[in-house]
């Protein structure tokens, strides 16, 4: 029992409190997004493949390149893929001189979907952001950037990348 007392003198307690207290700001902040894009009639990983074929453009993407960015098995996207082409979502085209690869584009209907979506979530959010106390959020999320990004936006520059370069 002495050692559990030292622990919570100890000044890490002060890291796992803002831990704890990011975490649940981002699991509330999950949760309303994942019911709005069920509002949608999309999963989260549904809306995740339309963001990157959408954001590929006109080419869309590989279906390969799909399952690397959504971190996610080949025959997962595979299905996928499939379901939101049935929906006219997503439209794909075969390799001409590689037919196994295939091609993965959003639609009009996609981009529309896509576009309500983030209007949804938006939505969601700015209700839990009522609830927000202003400057306090902002010095969560500077010490949340401290803790787990050794970030200090505290900072006039830091070194935004390997080649020493300020931003």
């Not at 003198?9 to 207290?21: F, H, K, P, Q």
């Not at 996928?80 to 196994?100: C, I, K, S």
């Not at 576009?115 to 969560?140: I, K, N, T, W, Y």
Request: net charge negative.
């Amino acid at each position: 029992m002495g050692e559990q007392v030292a622990f919570w003198e100890d000044a890490s307690v002060g890291d796992i409190r803002l831990a704890a207290t990011f975490r649940r700001g981002f699991r509330q902040a999950l949760v309303l997004m994942n019911r709005a894009l069920a509002s949608c009639d999309l999963s989260p990983l549904q809306y995740h493949l339309l963001l990157e074929a959408g954001a590929a453009g006109h080419e869309g993407l590989v279906q390969g390149e799909l399952a690397e960015l959504l971190q996610t098995p080949e025959a997962r996207v595979s299905l996928l893929v499939h379901e939101l082409g049935e929906r006219g979502l997503v439209e794909t085209a075969r390799g001409a001189p590689d037919r196994r690869v295939v091609r993965v584009g959003i639609t009009r209907d996609g981009c529309s979907l896509v576009q309500q979506a983030l209007h949804a979530q938006r939505s969601a959010l700015a209700e839990l952001a009522h609830e927000f106390d202003l400057p306090g959020v902002s010095d969560m999320l500077s010490r949340a950037l401290k803790l787990y990004l050794n970030v200090d936006l505290a900072e006039a520059r830091y070194v935004a990348s390997a080649g020493g370069a300020e931003a």
